[in-house]
Each structure stands twice: as structure tokens, then as C-alpha cells.
């Protein structure tokens, strides 16, 4: 039974950083694409970074040069270090994983993300 756990949410000021991790747990994800999606109150959920097999990387515009995605597969862990965050950050993060990127098969619980001006 495939398992995404997500953690490394909280509350951060303006500016601060956070780290948010994603285990991956029930087989090997090295050949997966993997990524983080936000979903904010009263919105559609988005995609904030993706990583593929290759390590290929791709970002919204709105986080581009912010964010960093990065996975570790020895430790079937993909990550998402979050700088210079801003109040439009907030929002509850879910990792995903798939066969390729836009082909997302299993979801994590979300963490919340809370910044504050």
C-alpha cells in the first residue's frame, strides 16, 4: 500500500523559510515524477514544483527562484525548501507522486503552511 507522508509545515513569519519533507512509503518511486501542490482557502489546489526521474524541475511563476524541489531516492523522500516566504504562501501543501509529471496517482494528507506579514 503505497503512503505519502508530508511534514515540516508551521507558522513563519514574512521572509522566513520553511522545509517541507515527503516520505514515500510501499514501493521504490525512483522512477516517478514527483511534486508538491497548494491548495489555499477558496481555492483550486495548484502545482508549486515538480520533479521527474531525471531530476528535471519545473515551477509556478508565482514561487520560481523561492522555492527549491529536490528528492532523495535512497530515501524515497522528495522535499521542497521554501525561502523568502510571503502571506499568499499560506495554504495546506500536498505532495503527489506519478508515473510522470501531470500524471499524478497518490496523494499525501497535507501540511499546513501559515505565514504572516
Known amino acids: 500500500q503505497v503512503q505519502l507522508v508530508e511534514s515540516g509545515g508551521g507558522s513563519v513569519q514574512a521572509g522566513g523559510s520553511l522545509r517541507l519533507s515527503c516520505v514515500a512509503s510501499?514501493?521504490?518511486?525512483?522512477?516517478?515524477?514527483m511534486g508538491w501542490f497548494r491548495q489555499a482557502p477558496g481555492k483550486e489546489r495548484e502545482l508549486v514544483a515538480a520533479?521527474?526521474?531525471?531530476?528535471?524541475?519545473g515551477y509556478a511563476v508565482s514561487v520560481k527562484g523561492r522555492f527549491t524541489i529536490s528528492r532523495d531516492n535512497a530515501k524515497n523522500t522528495v522535499y521542497l525548501q521554501m525561502n523568502s516566504l510571503k502571506p499568499e504562501d499560506t495554504a495546506v501543501y500536498y505532495c503527489?507522486?506519478?508515473?510522470?509529471?501531470?500524471?499524478?496517482?497518490?496523494w499525501g494528507q497535507g501540511t499546513q503552511v501559515t505565514v504572516s506579514s
Open positions: 510501499g514501493r521504490t518511486f525512483s522512477s516517478d515524477a
Open positions: 503527489a507522486v506519478g508515473v510522470v509529471v501531470g500524471a499524478w496517482n497518490y
Open positions: 520533479i521527474s526521474s531525471g531530476g528535471s524541475t
